[in-house]
Nanobody
């Protein structure tokens, strides 16, 4: 099995920045594609960002492109989401996810392992 634990969620003012972290354990981290999804109250879980096994390739939702950056540190079994220029619409629970490096990167069903989430609240 694999365990994922997110951290770094906070209350932040609009225009501010946060860095979320995801610590992985339980299986070979470097063999997996990693992603961040988010879910706001009353809304469906939506794709946010994904990165390939080595971190060379990245993908972003249009809503966060240019503001968010996903990265990974394989020797430390860590993945990060740097969030800049935050907006109130970014308010959500953010989930770290891991899966095999094939399939549609923006679909939740692609990912086999999920963390419990970390709350990000952006005030206006």
């Amino acid at each position: 099995q694999m365990q994922l634990v997110e951290s770094g969620g906070r209350l932040v003012q609009a225009g501010g920045s946060l860095r979320l972290s995801c610590a992985a354990s339980g299986r070979t981290f470097s063999n997996l594609r990693m992603a961040w999804f988010r879910q706001a109250p009353g809304k469906e879980r939506e794709f946010t960002a994904a990165t390939s096994q080595t971190g060379i390739f990245t993908n972003y939702a249009d809503s966060v492109k240019g503001r968010f950056t996903i990265s990974r540190d394989n020797p430390k079994n860590m993945v990060y989401l740097q969030m800049n220029s935050l907006k109130p619409d970014d308010t959500a629970v953010y989930y770290c996810a891991a899966g095999a490096s094939y399939g549609q990167f923006d679909r939740a069903s692609t990912y086999d392992y999920w963390g419990q989430g970390t709350q990000v609240t952006v005030s206006s």
